[in-house]
């Protein structure tokens, strides 16, 4: 390590694959401008293991430690090494049960250490006992810093009192050029292959679903929809990409339905492959960053208007790149229906899917990361001095 170097830590229950890219580019241009950067981890939990989307970072930036996951993953105790720990800024994800949060935050609220948040701000998740809420809201405007997924979670901290001046709003996003060349690589005779080796007709309308099989992504709710529109629309096919708890019921259920193809977790050129075969994405549980899987190929998201929803669905506007029902299977049904059936419609929003794809970019990101981080380590720590309260 270069002891002129500002050093960063960010701490990452666990590491996802689609995170891999961020936090490489990050690395790099942080490193141009001397700026270290270490990243914390940990094993991921047993539910989040079924999703198997999840990596190793390299040993040189990534610092991984055992996670004590203590009732049933309510509360997370991550040991990082004392010397990471010192780290000039240490951003953290905004979670109640990670309990090395409450003893980080404090230092922050005293002046005594640069102390930053990354995340949606706004909890969507229901079941939430009010104390939990309290208490989050409190230590909210603890943090000398946020790096805010989305406009809107920056418009929600303002409103919470927390300082413009010190948000970075950073458009979270994944490798969409990646996902974008793999897709426009694909020539249409590898498409008319895999779509023979899945059994589907090259004249099937298909749809993908790509997340994670769970109950917030509403998958019985999915299945049923895509039985009523498959009964109207023989030639509909449906693929199921994802892993996750609830993967033995989605067997059980789609058993014996053909057109149904459960394909798994998939990542990079496989799941880029079934992208392109595809014409919409359906999503109608919480849709978070898949929305832009589907925009780097240029499909068009299909949902319902839930309050559950991550940050991301802000990039969804509707009759432009994606279409919203009710959180009702007849409903949905039907609008999935009504635009498959309408070719015009369907590549009119598959225009402004793409459109999409090019905006929200891991690039940007990166660029909007790390000028939130020299700002905010070139700010000065304003000390609280009584009661640090």
């Not at 994606?322 to 590549?347: F, I, K």
């Amino acid at each position: 390590m270069n002891q002129g170097m500002k050093r960063v830590l960010i701490v990452e229950a666990q590491i996802k694959k689609y995170r891999m890219p961020f936090y490489t580019r990050l690395r790099k241009e942080l490193s141009n401008s001397g700026i270290e950067l270490q990243v914390g981890y940990s094993d991921p939990s047993r539910a989040e293991t079924t999703k198997q989307d999840n990596c190793e970072l390299p040993a040189d930036y990534g610092t991984k430690v055992r996670a004590y996951r203590l009732m049933r993953n309510r509360v997370v105790f991550q040991p990082l090494p004392i010397p990471a720990l010192m780290a000039d800024l240490v951003i953290l994800d905004q979670a109640n049960k990670l309990l090395l949060n409450h003893f980080l935050l404090p230092l922050s609220r005293c002046g005594l250490k640069r102390v930053a948040f990354w995340g949606h701000g706004k909890n969507e998740k229901e079941g939430r006992s009010r104390s939990s809420e309290w208490y989050r809201l409190r230590t909210l405007k603890w943090a000398c810093w946020w790096f805010a997924y989305t406009r809107r979670t920056s418009q929600y901290l303002v409103e919470q009192g927390f300082p413009t001046a010190k948000i970075t709003i950073v458009d979270n996003s994944i490798d969409t050029n990646e996902i974008r060349e793999h897709v426009q690589a694909i020539s249409m005779h590898d498409k008319f292959t895999l779509r023979r080796n899945l059994s589907i007709p090259a004249s099937a309308v298909v749809a993908i679903y790509c997340g994670g099989l769970e109950e917030t992504k509403r998958i019985p709710f999915l299945i049923h929809s895509a039985k009523r529109v498959h009964h109207k629309l023989p030639e509909f096919h449906l693929l199921v990409v994802g892993g996750g708890p609830e993967r033995a019921a989605v067997e059980s259920e789609t058993r014996g339905l053909p057109w149904i193809h459960l394909m798994g977790p998939q990542f990079g050129v496989q799941k880029s492959k079934l992208l392109a075969i595809s014409d919409v994405l359906m999503i109608p549980g919480a849709v978070g960053l898949a929305i832009l899987d589907a925009f780097a190929a240029g499909l068009p998201l299909l949902s319902t208007r839930l309050t559950v929803h991550g940050p991301e669905m802000e990039y969804l506007q509707e009759g432009v790149n994606g279409l919203l029902s009710a959180a009702d299977v007849d409903v949905y049904a039907d609008m999935t229906l009504a635009l498959l059936r309408n070719r015009d419609c369907l590549e009119r929003l598959q225009r402004g899917a793409r459109a999409a794809g090019s905006k929200y970019t891991i690039e940007n990101m990166v660029a909007n990361f790390k000028g939130g981080i020299e700002s905010c380590l070139t700010q000065t720590r304003q000390f609280v001095t009584v009661g640090c309260g």
